[in-house]
């Protein structure tokens, strides 16, 4: 990805410049405004940049259209938000994004991704009734339904208690060893970590450090958890 | 086809969501009831005034009520992001916006189903024997406010003041489907009743021309 984003006179993220193996796990680390959020928003193409592009494997996919639609398919997200209906239980609610992602027996898929999630038995109930924790895992089930090739997380450990952060980092250690490309923002602090190849800091919108280039991404990381605490 | 089928999924979802909280449809009748009896008590219309001002009257509050029910069809999304979520899904665009069409029209027409025979006792007007007719012109007419509604309740949705931008917007631009649709509604209550097919025609216009602008420029609707 090569690009800016701009909103009226300030930018959200400028002369950003970033390739990303296929496989590899970016760790996003920085501030809060630092731009971690714009970089994985233009990732998932929710965003048009104002200027540049978002390439996968030398397939365009600035806006809308054909390309798009089949690069989203491989695409798993997990935002600050749930992402989840309130009033639809939460198998109804995997249900729905296993049959927009065009899945086969989407209510098949959708009980077996509540069963690692740890709410197998929570299924029937209402999402608004669950806890953030409990919210959190099923947000990261929805996100893994279709199998993503490249999976964006922004702090996906949000909410989640000593168990959940457990099960996060086995989660996306699984993830990761069928070969998906993740990138997810992090203050540093999780199991999640566990797992990470590469990391890139951010400042004010702009990629300052990139392990890939120098550094180790272990001590980019201790480096912004211990900048996180004092914080 | 390609279209169809996350359209008939999304209208699924939208129509579940409504049945187990039925906020759109119960605010809405109970809205327009309130309008349309506040009107028959205020002006306490004879047959003739009836058949004269009650095609007016009853469009006016379907048009109040409208623009009351359309806002929370996008805002509801924003608690949760859910929206983003949609975005995010391998389908077009314009599949979300039609989905939200077709379900606020659904829930007006369920409650101009259980509208009209109160507007037919409160103003002392025989609809039975124009019913089909009189469902023709509805159908146009509530098409027409969903669509330019739903269109604008999703530029709005991202905007400060949205509550009051909503009506500002959507007032003016429906004025001439809300003309016709009286106008139509008006020849029906005549003796003898008769459709007009200009202003079915003007309606039905009207409904090509928004649904058209919004199968093209529907991607842009949702973008931040």
């Known amino acids: ?231 | 086809m390609a279209l169809a089928r996350p359209i008939g999924i999304l209208l699924a979802k939208e129509l579940r969501t409504e049945f187990r909280t039925r906020e759109l449809v119960a605010t809405t009748l109970v809205f327009v009831l309130i309008v349309l009896v506040l009107f028959s008590f205020t002006f306490d219309p004879t047959a003739v005034e009836s058949r004269r001002f009650g095609p007016g009257l009853l469009w006016l509050a379907l048009l109040f009520a409208g623009s009351l029910m359309l806002h929370p069809s996008f805002t509801r999304e924003q608690s949760n992001e859910t929206l983003m979520a949609l975005r995010m899904a391998p389908i077009e665009p314009v599949a979300i916006v039609t989905a939200k069409i077709l379900a606020n029209f659904c829930f007006l027409a369920v409650a101009e189903v259980i509208l009209l025979p109160v507007f037919a006792v409160l103003y002392n007007l025989k609809l039975w024997p124009v019913v089909g007719r009189l469902s023709a012109v509805l159908i146009l007419g509530t098409l027409g406010l969903c669509i330019v509604g739903t269109v604008f309740a999703a530029i709005s949705s991202q905007a400060r003041m949205r509550e009051l931008l909503l009506p500002l917007l959507l007032l003016p631009l429906l004025a001439p489907a809300l003309i016709a649709s009286a106008e139509a509604t008006a020849g029906l209550l005549e003796d003898p009743p008769a459709l007009s097919t200009v202003w079915i025609g003007v309606l039905a216009t009207f409904d090509t021309i928004f649904l058209t602008v919004t199968w093209l420029f529907g991607e842009y609707l949702l973008e931040e």
């Open chain 1, 1 to 231: 990805m090569q690009f800016d984003k701009r909103y009226g006179a300030r930018f959200a993220a400028r002369d950003i410049s970033l390739s990303i193996a296929p496989g590899e796990c970016v760790a996003l680390i920085g501030h809060n405004g630092s731009g971690k959020t714009t970089l994985l928003k233009a990732a998932a193409l929710l965003i048009r940049p104002s200027a540049g592009r978002v390439q996968f494997s030398n397939v365009g996919a600035n806006g809308a259209g054909e390309n798009s639609l089949a690069i989203k398919r491989y695409i798993g997200f997990v935002s600050h938000s749930t992402l989840l209906y309130d009033e639809l239980t939460a198998e109804e609610n995997l249900v729905l994004f296993a049959r927009l992602y065009g899945l086969d027996s989407a209510e098949e898929c959708a009980r077996a991704a509540l069963d690692p999630a740890g709410l197998a038995s929570r299924g029937n109930d209402l999402v608004r009734n669950f806890s953030r924790g409990m919210r959190q895992r099923l947000t990261i089930a929805r996100a893994l339904i279709a199998a993503p090739k490249l999976l964006l997380l922004d702090e996906p450990s949000t909410g989640l208690d000593r168990a959940g952060h457990q099960w996060l980092g086995a989660a996306l250690a699984s993830v990761a060893a069928t070969g998906c490309t993740v990138m997810m923002s992090t203050h540093g602090a999780s199991e999640v970590n566990a797992i990470v190849t590469r990391a890139v800091r951010l400042l004010s919108g702009s990629i300052v450090e990139d392990s890939a280039s120098s550094g180790s991404p272990r001590a980019m990381l201790a480096a912004a958890l211990a900048a996180h605490q004092e914080a």
